[in-house]
């Protein structure tokens, strides 16, 4: 009787401890969500994108980079559970409006195609928190991508822009902002109401760029990366700012 006490108990501890697991392992579940589903098709010299990706609808992360692709199809829009999407490195001149039915997106990365526009559907991604579009041939940016309420990355440099939206400054939550290597005369006045700018190159933005004063009161900058001849027309806070702490001025 003595041993099937014991053996009664341990029985109890274990299924104890067995359930206690199970439910610290449907608590982790719970906490992470669903899986990530990755598809890396990057360099495998593709023209167009394989019909049958777009039936994979619980893809998370979609890796195309360095391809020989044209064009992006409407079916992307299949693709609602994107959080990622890499098109980098292809031969892309335009994208469609459907680009802006991926709801769950936070990263784009379009760098070195040939886009020349881009899309007022672009405005609608609402969760996009990084979008790459440097090395393109964009001449001027749609107003409806200052839309992007969760846009903390934007590196538009080595492209054609003459200037940027009216509407800029609506991209609060702007962390890191690169718009080097451009063709852009003068900044909206909406640009120096970023308040939470950290990182701003601005190196050869153009050659004739205009910064205004108010540049002086954007105090959350601690980065600016900028050619000498932009700072010699700048005003002069910029070289006093970078003999203090918590700002680094680097000249390129």
């Known amino acids: 009787m003595h041993n099937f006490r014991c053996m009664?108990?341990?029985?109890?501890?274990?299924?104890?401890?067995?359930?206690?697991?199970?439910?610290?392992?449907?608590?982790?579940?719970?906490?992470?969500?669903?899986?990530?589903?990755?598809?890396?098709?990057?360099?495998?010299?593709?023209?167009e994108i394989p019909d049958y990706v777009f039936n994979m609808t619980e893809l998370t992360e979609l890796n195309l980079h360095n391809n020989k692709l044209t064009s992006i199809p409407p079916e992307i829009k299949n693709l609602k559970n994107l959080k990622k999407l890499i098109l980098s490195r292809n031969?892309?001149?335009?994208?469609?409006?459907?680009?802006?039915?991926?709801?769950?997106l936070e990263v784009?990365?379009?760098?070195?195609?040939?886009?020349?526009?881009?899309?007022?559907?672009?405005?609608?991604?609402?969760?996009?928190?990084?979008?790459?579009?440097?090395?393109?041939?964009?001449?001027?940016?749609?107003?409806?991508?200052?839309?992007?309420?969760?846009?903390?990355?934007?590196?538009?440099?080595?492209?054609?822009?003459?200037?940027?939206?009216?509407?800029f400054g609506q991209l609060e939550g702007l962390i890191e902002l690169f718009i080097g290597w451009n063709d852009i005369?003068?900044?909206?006045?909406?640009?120096?109401?970023?308040?939470?700018?950290?990182t701003l190159d601005m190196a050869y933005a153009g050659a004739n760029i205009k910064i205004e004063y108010p540049i002086c009161l954007m105090q959350s900058i601690e980065t600016l990366y900028i050619d000498r001849n932009t700072l010699n027309f700048a005003p002069r806070c910029l070289e006093v700012r970078a003999n203090g702490v918590r700002f680094n001025l680097i000249l390129r």
């Open 8 to 47: 009664f108990r341990v029985f109890q501890k274990t299924l104890l401890f067995t359930s206690l697991l199970l439910i610290l392992g449907a608590c982790q579940l719970f906490r992470s969500g669903p899986p990530e589903v990755k598809l890396n098709l990057s360099r495998k010299y593709l023209t």
């Open 91 to 104: 031969e892309i001149d335009s994208l469609p409006d459907e680009i802006g039915l991926l709801p769950n």
């Open 108 to 167: 784009l990365s379009l760098k070195a195609n040939k886009i020349k526009s881009l899309p007022p559907s672009i405005g609608l991604l609402k969760n996009l928190e990084l979008l790459r579009l440097n090395f393109n041939l964009l001449t001027t940016i749609p107003p409806e991508l200052c839309e992007l309420d969760s846009l903390s990355h934007l590196y538009l440099q080595y492209n054609d822009i003459t200037h940027l939206p009216e509407e």
């Open 185 to 198: 005369r003068e900044l909206p006045k909406s640009f120096y109401q970023l308040p939470h700018l950290n």
